[in-house]
């Protein structure tokens, strides 16, 4: 396949750009019944943008071998000519042909993710290819390895992949990199490498999957497809942050922008309109829907909507991505002539449709927050997060018995829903820095922890955010402010 992906290379970067064509090698289990011989190699091709790019050959020298070391020195040629052969003290430049392991099922570094490269094979990439501070980056980033890769010999970094999963394992193992092997250092017994022994730098997660698709033309468009999928119609009247109405459920509509949160501000905003409107009078309800929520939102968002006294709902809108796929599966050739008639109400959508494409409340958590001097400890009382469609019956089942059983054994119920969460104890309103992590490290254990402590080395008001990533791959924040040390 190499040869049809190389006609590619060959046309972004130009054929007087490639340099190399380098043969991965490692030994993996052959099947018993296979036909052809076992594959134990992988092509890796080597371009530059221009003529100047960066090579640093010495940052991957290997060791020589024995008889290399044995022959140097002064030695005959063919011709009985003499001439000296030296050996650098870092040893040899590398072949274009790479011996290194593929990962082994027990090895630290494996993630069982099914494409997971080894470290060591990006490391060579890498300390190759960059220098300390430059940007790598990674568009089919897996598991990861990239980023953590780069990340321990101090470059920067950008990983992007269309796949939830590895987004969410790739988050993980940099949560957790501490743990992993130090590199860039090279030592003679693999087994006693140290660890790298630090936290991650602050690193910004971003969703793009909301974007505006092709088959809509408009913000209007893309508003009223939302609102049909809701089951609600467009406001016969002009407002200019209310935009459908559910006549059955008295349900006046707001509808989020796709391609940024919701926020406390908007919702304020949203609620003095509604406010000045027949329908508040009429104790109607306001249901703000949203593809993504500013940290503490909701708990905010609960408290204002009972100073100003009104009912309100907030809603997940289902990502852009999983609606498509949805509806191309269903209506197949006819998917852009639906979206059309869907967005222009020509048709509405079904019960069928409604029930996989739900709108669901965003996550709620309950935290208990203890501050003694210079200390605080924060601790989960309670989570929870609406369950995928097809497991309505159980998140019934579990939210019953959730009421009627004390606080401190709800702890195994909401607990397995969580897979980590993170704590940033003086944020700066910026950059979420994961100043404490804890997750599930063993699934079916249960072994997350569910307390954070900290101390502060002065007294003062800081600014905590709290973050909670459940296992379907949704994020809860809540924010609190604490005053320390008096």
């Excluded at 099914?114 to 990674?138: F, H, M, Y």
């Excluded at 922890?449 to 973050?467: C, N, Q, S, T």
Aim: net charge neutral; with cysteine; proline share 5%.
């Amino acid at each position: 396949m190499v040869h049809y992906v190389k006609l590619m290379m060959d046309e972004i970067f130009g054929r007087e750009n490639f340099k190399n064509e380098i043969v991965w090698c490692y030994a993996r289990p052959a099947s018993p019944n296979q036909k052809v011989f076992n594959r134990g190699h992988s092509i890796l091709l080597f371009y530059s943008k221009t003529n100047e790019y960066v090579l640093n050959l010495d940052e991957v020298r290997q060791p020589y071998n024995e008889s290399t070391i044995a022959r140097a020195g002064y030695m005959s040629s063919a011709h009985g000519r003499k001439f000296v052969r030296e050996i650098h003290p870092e040893g040899k430049i590398p072949e274009d042909w790479w011996e290194i392991p593929y990962l082994r099922p027990n090895s630290q570094e494996n993630l069982n993710y099914p494409t997971q490269k080894p470290e060591k094979l990006l490391e060579r990439i890498i300390l190759a290819s960059s220098n300390p501070g430059d940007i790598v980056a990674d568009f089919f980033c897996g598991s990861g390895t990239t980023a953590a890769v780069a990340e321990k010999l101090g470059r920067r970094w950008v990983c992007v992949d269309m796949s939830k999963y590895a987004i969410h394992v790739t988050r993980k193992r940099l949560l957790d990199i501490k743990n992993s092997k130090m590199l860039g250092i090279k030592v003679e017994d693999e087994s006693k490498r140290p660890k790298y022994g630090k936290p991650p730098r602050p690193f910004y997660l971003i969703t793009v999957a909301n974007y505006m698709s092709d088959e809509f033309e408009s913000r209007k468009e893309v508003v009223d497809f939302i609102l049909n999928l809701y089951g609600a119609a467009p406001m016969k009247e002009i407002y200019k942050h209310l935009h459908g109405i559910k006549e059955k459920a008295k349900e006046v509509i707001h509808v989020g922008q796709i391609n940024f949160p919701v926020t406390l501000a908007e919702i304020d905003e949203v609620i003095k309109e509604f406010k000045e409107t027949h329908y508040y009078e009429d104790n109607w309800t306001l249901a703000i829907l949203g593809w993504d929520w500013a940290p503490d939102t909701f708990e905010r968002a609960m408290d204002l909507w009972s100073e100003k006294k009104i009912n309100m709902r907030l809603l997940h809108i289902p990502p852009i991505k999983t609606i498509e796929d949805f509806l191309k599966k269903k209506f197949s050739k006819n998917y852009v002539q639906k979206i059309k008639e869907f967005a222009n109400f020509q048709q509405a959508f079904d019960e069928e449709i409604r029930k996989h494409l739900r709108f669901v409340e965003p996550g709620y958590v309950n935290l208990d927050v203890k501050v003694s001097g210079l200390k605080v400890t924060l601790e989960i009382k309670d989570f929870w997060v609406r369950l995928p469609h097809g497991y309505e019956d159980l998140e019934e089942k579990i939210r019953k018995r959730m009421e009627e059983v004390s606080q401190e054994k709800r702890k195994k119920y909401f607990a397995p829903f969580i897979n980590y969460w993170a704590v940033d104890w003086n944020y700066d309103g910026v950059v979420f820095k994961h100043d404490f992590v804890s997750f599930d490290k063993k699934v079916g254990e249960n072994s997350i922890d569910l307390v954070a402590i900290h101390e502060y080395e002065k007294p003062e008001e800081y600014r905590i955010v709290v973050k909670i990533t459940d296992i379907f791959g949704g994020e809860t924040s809540k924010e609190l402010t604490v005053k320390v040390g008096e």
